[in-house]
């Protein structure tokens, strides 16, 4: 699998929030605007829970989720799809408590989705669209 580098992670990294899709054993989807994420590893992205309630659920009985994230500017898109799971304390967990304190002291950090990415499609409009990265 081609890697969170280069013009992916760029793509990420200027990217002003993550849609964050997930679906509960029955396959019912759910999807949610996030604004707090972040690359960690070429094979890794953290989103913070806040505010999650069936997006965490469903993690539970389906650990297979997928993110869209897109640069409006220059209508670059990426689709990542992975495995999540949840960590409620620990350095991560630290890490993001900080980064919630200090963009919005008034909100709280109550634990990290953190997703090792099996795929990455290219969703940018041009001739790669659908295009499975690797
Ligand atoms: C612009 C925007 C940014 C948001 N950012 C976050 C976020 O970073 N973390 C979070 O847990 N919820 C965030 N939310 C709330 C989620 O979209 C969602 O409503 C919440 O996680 C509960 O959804 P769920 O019960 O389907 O998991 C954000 C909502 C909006 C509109």
Redesign the pocket.
């Known amino acids: 699998m081609a890697g969170l580098t280069g013009e992916v992670k760029g793509v990420i990294e200027k990217s002003k ?1 993550w849609a964050f899709a997930t679906s509960d054993e029955n396959g019912i989807p ?1 999807v ?6 972040k690359v960690l590893s070429e094979s890794q992205v953290m ?10 659920e469903n993690i539970t009985e389906n650990p297979k989720v997928a993110v869209s994230v897109w640069d409006m500017e220059t209508l670059k898109g990426y689709q990542l799809k992975g495995t999540a799971r949840v960590e409620t304390n620990g350095e991560l967990f630290d890490e993001a408590a900080k980064m919630v304190k200090s963009m919005m002291p008034q909100l709280k950090a109550k634990g990290v989705v953190i997703i090792d990415i099996d795929k990455i499609y290219v969703t940018s409009p041009g001739p790669d669209i659908g295009k499975e990265l690797g």
Not at 32 to 37: D, L, Q, T, Y
Not at 48 to 53: A, G, K, S
């Open positions: 929030g759910n949610v605007p996030i604004a707090f994420g989103l913070i829970d806040v505010f999650m309630d069936k997006s965490l």
